[in-house]
């Protein structure tokens, strides 16, 4: 694996390199030599922020967390991101798609089994009216029903667009690209 790694607000000092490497390296096992692995470290306040991208094939592996210590935010992504290739390796399992970037001991490894989490069910389906708007006229609308994100056409583009209340408290905007 080859890791890409970055700090916001903070230096990669030699000990937290090796600290990454060396806890994310547990997951080699699992992917080719040429997967990358982006990890970036930030310090905001007291918060001890670490977010991990792994890009595999038609998907992405990712997780951020947050603590007051960095090694102990690179303790837990490590164990959030394990437990999230459980779950896409059954789902590559059940669905026998092409495995990308993993090579052929993810599939092997019974350590990486997981049952528990079990698949994932949709348990209730919603179906409203989309009228177009703009995008603030949208998040207008979510912030009165007390939403985090709110479904919407945009009356600019006349595609689906989605709006969403960030962590800071400011708004974003997901468009549809196609490809």
């Known amino acids: 694996m080859k890791f890409i790694i970055s700090g916001k607000n903070i230096e990669v000092t030699s000990g937290l390199r090796e600290a990454v490497e060396s806890k994310l390296g547990k997951l080699e096992r699992y992917f080719t030599p040429e997967t990358e692995v982006i990890v970036t470290l930030s310090v905001e306040k007291e ?6 991208t792994i890009p595999v094939k038609g998907s992405i592996v990712r997780s951020e967390q947050v603590s007051s210590d960095m090694y102990v935010s690179i303790d837990l992504v490590e164990e959030v991101i394990e437990r999230q290739l459980r779950k896409y390796k059954n789902k590559l399992v059940e ?3 092409d495995s990308g970037s993993f090579k052929q001991e993810f599939f092997n490894d019974s350590d990486a089994d997981d049952t528990s989490d079990g ?9 409203f009216g989309i009228k177009p708007m703009f995008p603030e006229d949208a998040c ?15 009356a600019e583009t006349d595609e689906v667009n989605v709006v969403y209340k960030r962590k800071n408290g400011t708004f974003g905007l997901i468009e549809p690209e196609f490809n």
């Open 119 to 127: 698949d994932i069910k949709i348990v209730r389906t919603k179906r």
């Open 95 to 97: 669905k026998h798609r």
């Open 140 to 154: 207008i609308q979510m912030e009165l029903l007390g939403h985090d994100f709110f479904v919407f056409s945009n």
């Open 47 to 52: 918060r001890q922020k670490i977010e991990v």
